[in-house]
């Protein structure tokens, strides 16, 4: 399963994935399940046109499509949320720690964040440089309608769908979406495949429990929140890739350094191959706060950190 074209590949009987390669910041992949005229969608995308781009491409490979019943977003980042109000008349499926995160963090803030941008030096810099493909115009906060904790079961059509909330980990409520009948997960951003991964949220160990749940439920196509489709193959990498952090980070935080100063470290390491290599600071900012050292982890820090890796 090496495709990795833009849009909509069926995944199974009735399943598809919607891919937006390169998988890097903001392109995310989102997916529908179907049975007969019930159709789920899991995730919207980052903007209004791209979401409005995807549901056209979608109901021109299944008439189900016109007729979205469920959304689930995975999480409360932007680019699987943010088009929200182009479905609003389905029921908005979200864990309630994501709700409460995407009350928290509005799409006006990121907007925001935006405007300023020339305030933040090389931060504002790198912020317009990776956001600038997405337009955040005209963009309204549409929260979760339903909402739960721990797990939630489904149906779509005559079909059994599992929602198992596996975070906090990359944000503080991921949902992975499990469709049992045909070994197919969706896993959102608790898996980025090709890129390094970040954790907004944390513990580290934590996602690589979520690693484990994931891999235990057996998927025989796992289609990542980020990147190409896979098996399970992209989970075991994930989970190597933070084993691997957890190793490496940790004698270089408890030894001093800052986390920017062990992300030049461990830059040019085994996942020097993977897209997004600045995130590594953020990453080993989550890994100093696990370790009670409590490193700034406010996002003008973060992302000043990353322009900083970004840039050499
Ligand atoms: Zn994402």
């Known amino acids: 399963m090496s495709t990795y074209a833009r849009g909509a590949h069926q995944v199974g009987d009735g399943l598809w994935a919607y891919l937006q390669p390169d998988g890097g910041w903001g392109w995310s992949n989102a997916g529908l399940v179907t049975d007969g005229e019930a159709s789920l969608l899991v995730d919207t995308l980052f903007d ?20 979205i019943g469920t959304v689930v977003n995975t999480h409360a980042n932007g680019d699987h949320c943010y088009g929200n109000q182009l479905v609003a008349g389905a029921d908005i499926v979200a864990s309630s720690a ?15 964040l935006l405007r300023g941008a020339d305030e933040l030096g090389d931060a504002g810099a790198y912020l317009r440089d990776i956001f600038g493909p997405f337009s955040f115009d005209g963009i309204e906060h549409v929260p979760p309608t339903t909402t739960f904790e721990g797990r939630l079961d489904l149906r779509v059509g005559d079909r059994g769908v599992q929602l198992l909330e596996l975070g906090p980990a990359h944000t503080r409520g991921d949902v992975v979406v ?10 959102g951003d608790l898996v980025f495949h090709g890129g390094h991964p970040i954790v907004w949220a944390g513990p580290v160990r934590h996602w690589i429990e979520a690693c484990d749940r994931m891999l235990a439920l057996g998927p025989s196509t796992v289609v990542p929140g980020h990147g190409p489709l896979s098996d399970q193959a992209c989970i075991r990498d994930q989970r190597g890739y933070f084993e691997w952090l957890v190793a490496e980070g940790t004698p270089r935080l408890e030894g001093g350094m800052a986390p920017l100063d062990a992300a030049r470290d461990l830059a040019g390491g085994p996942y020097a191959g993977w897209g997004e290599g600045e995130r590594l600071v953020v990453n080993l900012t989550a890994l100093g706060r696990d370790l009670g050292l409590d490193p700034p982890a406010d996002v003008v820090t973060l992302f000043g950190g990353m322009a900083a890796l970004a840039s050499g």
């Open 48 to 67: 209004l046109r791209l979401t409005q781009q995807m549901l056209d491409d979608l109901r021109s490979v299944t008439p189900a499509a016109g007729s």
């Open 178 to 187: 499990h469709v049992p009948d045909a070994g197919v997960l969706f896993t």
């Open 98 to 112: 994501s709700a409460r995160e995407m009350d928290e963090v509005p799409p006006s803030t990121l907007a925001a």
